[in-house]
């Protein structure tokens, strides 16, 4: 009896702490033979963010995988059962599995954030040709880079170019979106990469985007339709003249901008979740392309939910010195109580929004932004010059 005692009292912490977890889904997507890995990926992705994030949790999960592998595939339960695409969200129970299997003929290629164009280190920042921006990955994986890369994109910078968001300029006019990230800009008009087309992010919210509490989602026909993402909900968290999404006719593009709650803290909430950006021109240079976009926000995905597998996140990551700046950012954020994510399990990756921009400029958005830069400090010094000329001479002939 006291053994059975003893057994039962051991138990007793094992299972309150069971009870204690989150209820949770595993999406596991293959590791392609070929790469260094053989673990699979896999994501262990709490039940009430997954609300949070998509109506549609099937469809969610060939977008992941897209997001992984590059290819397309089906999805099936751990019993090997085809799971519908359009299976709704509350169809889902604590601890139910799914695994990607890629469709016969598909190559599985995931982008490796190295093999994306980089800067040739003895090239002036002056020189803007192509060629000297020599890409460093294999002839073939230009198909992977190609594929997502719409060049399409325009952004607004922060400080400095690691730092830059994709907010074009439309999410607060012509889609009467966000209006409250048109206001409070960080720094001087001057200092954008595009003052025409992007507009500058929210203090508040560019943190939420660097600690993976808020996403921007494009959604298209093949992965994700209109109603997969939820409605937004709840009051209005944005300014007193909020407006309701238009409904244009047309082709358009539709950007969810996604935000966390469960995981916010110390941020207020600007915006409602899941709101969502409508775009009449679809065409539009100034709009991000979906495909850069949608990896990006994989990417995000698998940084808040990667269950324990460096390994194969090694795969989509390079190990990323934090340069000073960065650290003294942790501490601002510290001492204004912002949550700062350490990431000691896996090796630190490639900011998202510097890969959007690699994916979009082919790593030329470097040498424009440099230009930019030493564009406006020229003008600021030429400006200050003038004043000085223009002040009144106060010589009396003293020695």
């Not at 039940?47 to 998509?54: F, G, I, K, M």
């Not at 992965?223 to 238009?246: E, K, M, N, V, Y």
């Not at 909430?269 to 991000?288: D, G, T």
Request: proline share 8%; with cysteine.
């Amino acid at each position: 009896m006291a053994s059975i005692a003893a057994t039962v009292a051991a138990a007793e912490p094992d299972m309150a702490a069971e009870q204690l977890k989150d209820p949770s889904v595993t999406f596991r997507v293959p590791c392609p033979p070929h790469e260094e890995s053989e673990d699979d990926f896999r994501l262990v992705v709490p039940l009430a963010d997954l609300r949070v994030l998509v109506r549609r949790p099937i469809r969610w999960m060939h977008l992941v995988a897209w997001g992984i592998l590059n290819c397309h595939g089906e999805v099936h339960s751990s019993a090997g059962v085809l799971q519908d695409r359009d299976m709704d969200i509350d169809a889902l129970n604590d601890g139910d599995e799914f695994l990607f299997v890629v469709n016969p003929g598909e190559t599985e290629l995931p982008l490796n954030f190295v093999h994306t164009r980089t800067l040739d280190k003895g090239t002036e920042s002056e020189t803007s040709s192509s060629d000297v921006y020599p890409d460093p990955a294999p002839l073939d994986r230009d198909s992977v880079l190609n594929d997502r890369d719409g060049r399409l994109c325009v952004f607004s910078g922060y400080r400095q170019a690691h730092h830059a968001h994709v907010l074009p300029k439309p999410f607060s006019q012509q889609a009467g979106a966000l209006q409250a990230l048109s206001r409070d800009r960080a720094f001087a008009i001057e200092h954008h990469l595009d003052p025409a087309t992007t507009i500058t992010m929210y203090l508040g919210l560019h943190y939420l985007m660097d600690s993976r509490e808020a996403f921007i989602l494009a959604t298209d026909d093949i992965f994700l339709r209109d109603g997969d993402i939820p409605q937004p909900a709840g009051p209005s968290c944005g300014t007193a003249s909020w407006q309701t999404r238009p409904q244009p006719s047309g082709p358009t593009n539709t950007f969810i901008w996604q935000i966390l709650p469960a995981h916010m803290t110390g941020i207020p909430h600007i915006v409602r979740p899941n709101e969502r950006a409508r775009f009449r021109n679809a065409a539009s240079a100034s709009l991000p392309s979906p495909s850069a976009v949608n990896y990006v926000y994989v990417a995000g995905m698998l940084d808040l939910y990667l269950d324990k597998n460096t390994d194969s996140f090694k795969l989509l990551s390079r190990p990323v010195s934090p340069s000073p700046d960065n650290k003294g950012d942790s501490v601002k954020r510290q001492q204004c109580g912002d949550t700062v994510r350490h990431r000691r399990s896996r090796p630190c990756e490639m900011d998202s929004i510097e890969l959007l921009f690699r994916l979009t400029h082919g790593g030329r958005y470097l040498d424009y932004y440099d230009a930019q830069r030493k564009l406006v400090e020229a003008e600021k010094i030429c400006a200050i010059d003038k004043w000085r000329l223009s002040l009144p001479n106060t010589d009396t002939g003293e020695t």
